[in-house]
T-cell receptor, first 113, second 113 residues
Framework: AQSVAQPEDQVNVAEGNPLTVKCTYS??????LFWYVQYPNRGLQFLLK??????LVKGSYGFEAEFNKSQTSFHLKKPSALVSDSALYFC???????????FGAGTRLFVKA | NAGVTQTPKFQVLKTGQSMTLQCAQD?????MYWYRQDPGMGLRLIYY???????DKGEVPNGYNVSRLNKREFSLRLESAAPSQTSVYFC????????????FGSGTRLTVV
């Protein structure tokens, strides 16, 4: 069965500092991995995805994520955080050929000015 | 570019009442999904439709029914609402290649009293 774990309920960083939001997954076969962001009272927006190829994936708003197969992780990163990055972030996984995407519980990112 | 449109945005129901949440997409996507979002639990898949004419159960289908009316529209029905169905409901769509990310609607906040 597929599963996603986001071990931190909340991540606090100062503006200008690098940020990391952690995600680990479990899936049979090769995974498709995704990050989504939800701003207050809004729907979810797609940030980036890993399908195959380069382990470092670049996405919207300066975010990137690193796929690590041996550690079954897909951590979200940004070199310099902005206050406007404060939001709820969801990691998600889908197995190859599947239709169902499973989401993690979410991590709230708070960036302090 | 409407994307995914959900109606209504807000709804209050009494226990035992029924209602239908509507979802329509204008991106010619094959696959459509209904998720519910509850605090600390992320998004949980209720039902999905891999293509027009097909529907399948997700993680939490009990108490819900769906209809894929045509390629554009995918509705979610609560036949007899219960307080446990108080949640925020999101509709999503994707191309169906299993490689894409979802496009989400803006959500329906449902309260059952």
């Amino acid at each position: 069965a597929q599963s996603v774990a986001q071990p931190e309920d909340q991540v606090n960083v100062a503006e200008g500092n690098p940020l990391t939001v952690k995600c680990t997954y479990s899936v049979s076969g090769n995974p498709y991995l995704f990050w989504y962001v939800q701003y207050p009272n809004r729907g979810l927006q797609f940030l980036l995805k890993y399908i195959t190829g380069d382990n470092l994936v670049k996405g919207s708003y300066g975010f990137e994520a690193e796929f690590n197969k041996s550690q079954t992780s897909f951590h979200l990163k940004k070199p310099s955080a902005l206050v406007s990055d404060s939001a709820l972030y969801f990691c998600a996984v889908k197995n190859t050929g599947g239709f169902k995407t499973i989401f993690g519980a979410g991590t709230r990112l708070f960036v302090k000015a | 570019n409407a994307g995914v449109t959900q109606t209504p945005k807000f709804q209050v129901l009494k226990t035992g009442q029924s209602m239908t949440l509507q979802c329509a997409q204008d991106m010619n996507h094959n696959s459509m999904y209904w998720y519910r979002q509850d605090p600390g639990m992320g998004l949980r898949l209720i039902y999905y439709s891999a293509s027009e004419g097909t529907t399948d159960k997700g993680e939490v289908p009990n108490g819900y029914n769906v209809s894929r009316l045509n390629k554009r529209e995918f509705s979610l029905r609560l036949e007899s609402a219960a307080p446990s169905q108080t949640s925020v409901y999101f509709c999503a769509s994707e191309t169906g290649t299993a490689r894409g990310g979802y496009t989400f609607g803006s959500g329906t906040r449902l309260t059952v009293v």
